[in-house]
């Protein structure tokens, strides 16, 4: 279960990101990247901690499979809020998404160490 906590930490990294990445990345104008990427960033944050600091399995195993979840949302968000022309929104989302994937699907596989 440590792999899994630890991965979530990250995840939660990947969400602190998510919420400044508008700022940094400077695509604020475009409300609907924006918004999508605080919101989603703060649940990542939120569901990340919680479950890097849970003490159960299953616990550990769920939030982490909502992670991935929230991934893939980031993956194709960009195309279904029509954010895609926004070449520096789209790619941050992408790439994010395809990190919180990956360590969500290994923390829920992990979840039971």
Do not use: C, H, Q
Request: proline share 3%.
């Amino acid at each position: 279960m440590k792999t899994a906590k630890n991965l979530n930490w990250v995840i939660a990294i990947a969400g602190i990101w998510e919420v400044i990445a508008p700022f940094v990345l400077s695509y604020t104008r475009v409300s609907s990247a924006m918004w999508d990427a605080i919101i989603i960033g703060i649940v990542l944050v939120i569901l990340g901690v919680w479950a890097a600091l849970a003490n159960s399995p299953s616990t550990v195993k769920g939030l982490s499979w909502v992670n991935a979840i929230l991934g893939l949302w980031l993956i194709i968000a960009p195309f279904i809020l029509s954010y895609s022309s926004t070449a520096s929104a789209m790619w941050n989302d992408i790439i994010v998404g395809v990190i919180v994937v990956i360590l969500g699907v290994w923390a829920a596989l992990a979840g039971g160490e």
